[in-house]
């Protein structure tokens, strides 16, 4: 699982990592404190494993006439793709790293 990027001993939570790629996008360690924000790369992963499989199947794959039905599904899809971020996604530090 990800490790903090600034001690490199704690590592995050699924749950919290999960909740991060949703809404924040910054974890805070809580063995030093520090936070970490997820790299451009790995926000590109989160929309594709979640708003394009959604936007493929609302908008090409969908067997239902129901519309309702087909949002329902596609929502599904991507929550399911969601669960899987949190073992892929890489996190920085915040700060700038000297380059
Ligand atoms: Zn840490």
């Known amino acids: 699982m990800l490790k903090c ?7 995050f939570k699924w749950s919290e990592i999960l ?16 936070k970490s924000k997820i790299t451009f790369f790995s926000r590109l ?34 929550f399911t793709g969601s669960l899987l971020t949190p073992y892929i996604v890489k996190y920085k530090t915040e700060e700038n790293s000297a380059s």
Do not use: E, R, Y
């Open 5 to 11: 990027p600034h001690c490199n001993a704690a590592s």
């Open 19 to 34: 909740k991060a790629n949703w809404m924040f996008s910054t974890l805070q360690c809580n063995n030093c404190g520090k």
């Open 45 to 78: 992963i989160v929309v594709a494993l979640t708003i394009v499989p959604f936007l493929i199947f609302g908008l090409f794959l969908s067997p239902f006439d129901n519309v309702l039905g087909t949002i329902f599904v596609a929502i599904l899809i991507a």
